[in-house]
Antibody, heavy 125, light 108 residues
Framework: QVQLQESGPGLAKPSETLSLTCTVS????????WSWIRQPPGEGLEWIGY???????NYSPSLKSRVTISLDTSKNQFSLKLNSVTAADTAVYYC???????????????????WGKGTTVTVSS | SYVLTQPPSVSVAPGKTARITCGEN??????VHWYQQKPGQAPVLVIY???DRPSGIPERFSGSNSGNTATLTISRVEAGDEADYYC???????????FGTGTKVTVL
């Protein structure tokens, strides 16, 4: 059973860079899309972006200028960097595996199938 | 881009049926997925591709999608179903994922 675990500093200073890592266990990064999603306190879910196991990425238009998602297949990890953070970036950050393969080997990647528990990041001086 | 509109809250008595809507122009042409999020926990996928249930999700959870509205139906509601529910689609034109505004389900 694949599991995801977010890790990184719980506090970031305004104007600095937020950095988080998601470690995948019980399965391989290979073959899948992997996403980051965040949830500000008391608010809804916001998709940040994804990375495919070969390294291609796509980001939310609202965050595109500040976001970088990368991966390290040797460590079965992918990471999020968000620069120039402000208080509005305070949120719980989740990593997720996108989609699943069926019994025929077809990949259905339109939904978030497995989520990490989330990590809280507060932006404050 | 998509704006998936959900009612902020739905209240339902135990044993009754809760229906949570997700609205967007021509959403019936998209595949809609639903997540349950209990307080302090990560979201959990409860319905994918409009009406499929992942293993471990009770049959009381069902979904439908047509026209401008997708619906998550929870039959024989239990106290443990109290949670926030989010719909989600994949926008093929932009290759982006979009979440709905979320609905808080309260069991009376």
């Amino acid at each position: 059973q694949v599991q995801l675990q977010e890790s990184g500093p719980g506090l970031a200073k305004p104007s600095e860079t937020l950095s988080l890592t998601c470690t995948v266990s019980g399965g391989s990064i290979t073959g899948y899309y992997w996403s980051w999603i965040r949830q500000p306190p008391g608010e809804g879910l916001e998709w940040i972006g994804y990375i495919y196991y070969i390294g291609s990425t796509n980001y939310s238009p609202s965050l595109k200028s500040r976001v970088t998602i990368s991966l390290d297949t040797s460590k079965n990890q992918f990471s999020l960097k968000l620069n120039s953070v402000t208080a509005a970036d305070t949120a719980v950050y989740y990593c997720a595996r996108v989609g699943r393969f069926n019994e025929y080997g077809d990949y259905f990647y339109y939904f978030m199938d497995v989520w990490g528990k989330g990590t809280t990041v507060t932006v404050s001086s | 881009s998509y704006v998936l509109t959900q009612p902020p809250s739905v209240s339902v008595a135990p044993g009754k049926t809760a229906r949570i809507t997700c609205g967007e122009n021509n959403i019936g042409s998209k595949s809609v997925h639903w997540y349950q999020q209990k307080p302090g926990q990560a979201p959990v996928l409860v319905i994918y591709y409009d009406s499929d249930r992942p293993s471990g999700i009770p049959e009381r959870f069902s979904g439908s999608n047509s026209g401008n509205t997708a619906t998550l139906t929870i039959s024989r509601v239990e106290a443990g179903d109290e949670a926030d529910y989010y719909c989600q689609v994949w926008d093929s034109s932009s290759d982006h994922y979009v979440f709905g505004t979320g609905t808080k389900v309260t069991v009376l």
